[in-house]
Structure formats: C-alpha cells, structure tokens
T-cell receptor
Framework: GIQVEQSPPDLILQEGANSTLRCNFS?????LQWFHQNPWGQLINLFY???GTKQNGRLSATTVATERYSLLYISSSQTTDSGVYFC????????FGAGTTVTVRA | NAGVTQTPKFRVLKTGQSMTLLCAQD?????MYWYRQDPGMGLRLIHY???????AKGEVPDGYNVSRLKKQNFLLGLESAAPSQTSVYFC??????????????FGDGTRLSIL
C-alpha cells in the first residue's frame, strides 16, 4: 500500500514562532488531508488539498502532487496549536502518516 | 450541525464481552469508515462501507464485524473483546465514489478499554 512519512516526528516551538511540517507519500494520490488532533483527541479537519496552495488564518498548506509531498505551515504559533498533526492520503482508502507532535510553549 | 456522531464516547469491557459501537452521520454521505488509533500511531482502517447494505474489509479487520443497514448508520461490533482491541475508535464519512477525491469527516472518537 501507499507509504506516508511525516517529518519531523516532534517539534517544540516558542509561542510566536513559525514552522513547517512535511508529508511525503510514495504514490499518486487524489486526496490529501491535514488534520489536527487536539489534546482532547478530537480530529479537526484543517485542509483538503490534493494539489495547490490553501490558506486558513495562520495556517497554510501546499501540495506538490507531481513530487509527492505536502507542506503545512504554521505562522505565529499559539499554545492552542499544540497537538498532533496528521497527513492522510488516498488513491482509494485513506492512509495516515504517524503524525508530528507539536508543543507550543508560552 | 451534528456531522458525525459516535456512541458511546467511553467504554470499559472485560475480555470476552461483546459490544457495538454506533456511528451516525447526517450529511447523506455514501461512504462510511471505521478506524482505530493506537498510541503514537496514525489511524488504521478497520472496515468501510460504500453504501447501504455493503461493507468491506480494511487494513486491520480481524476481530471486528460491521453492518450498514441504514445509509446514515454504520455499526462496529466486537464479538469477543480482547485486550489487543484497547484503542480509540474513529468513524468517518465522505461523499463520492470509490476513487473520488472528497474529504472525510470524522467523529470525536470512542475510547475503548478491554481489561
């Protein structure tokens, strides 16, 4: 099946810092989603972005499908950004990466 | 605006007991999915359904059964619970066909502990 690799596995940020999370995938996809799993375990849809660039407030994402990677940018990080960020892709069934755990310190 | 609702939110079982997790969606989605999430890992697909009356196996189907008698509901059953099934279970739904690029929408999860 398709392999999804996320990096870095862990990220510690000072409040106000910017960061980039990366998702590499091993095959062509027609669906790529970024999720934020908050400390209560809820999965929050951030972006549905099989290609191109999208922005939502302080978050933005870019997917370069031809090169099989996606980037999630967090700008001016806040403590509420803490949690685990998952990338999930599918040509058919959604396959998740292992996640990037982000800790934002005040 | 309920979206995807999972019942119950928490449950503790003894080994060998059975139970059913319920997932309900109000978005008229054709596709529904059950995932499990173990500590430090992403979600893995257990079973899925492409429409009312149909189900199919995912990545880790052993020990689980599912039913989709109504379009809006997708049930996940454990016939004889085992400690290895201690996990957080997520349900999701999406519109579109098999190779559609529609996003999946997730419920809040069910935390299940098997003693």
């Amino acid at each position: 099946g398709i392999q999804v690799e996320q990096s870095p596995p862990d990220l510690i940020l000072q409040e106000g810092a910017n960061s980039t999370l990366r998702c590499n995938f091993s095959d062509s996809v027609n669906n790529l989603q970024w999720f934020h799993q908050n400390p209560w375990g809820q999965l929050i849809n951030l972006f549905y972005i099989p290609s191109g660039t999208k922005q939502n407030g302080r978050l933005s994402a870019t997917t370069v499908a031809t090169e099989r990677y996606s980037l999630l940018y967090i700008s001016s990080s806040q403590t509420t950004d803490s949690g685990v960020y998952f990338c999930a892709v599918r040509p058919y069934k959604l396959s998740f990466g292992a996640g990037t755990t982000v800790t934002v310190r005040a | 605006n309920a979206g995807v609702t999972q019942t119950p939110k928490f449950r503790v079982l003894k080994t060998g007991q059975s139970m059913t997790l319920l997932c309900a969606q109000d978005m008229n989605h054709e596709y529904m999915y059950w995932y499990r999430q173990d500590p430090g890992m992403g979600l893995r697909l257990i079973h899925y359904s492409v429409g009312e009356g149909t189900t199919a196996k995912g990545e880790v189907p052993d020990g689980y059964n599912v039913s989709r008698l109504k379009k809006q509901n997708f049930l996940l059953g454990l016939e004889s619970a085992a400690p290895s099934q201690t996990s957080v279970y997520f349900c999701a739904s999406s519109s579109g066909t098999a190779y559609s690029n529609q996003p999946q929408h997730f419920g809040d999860g069910t935390r299940l502990s098997i003693l």
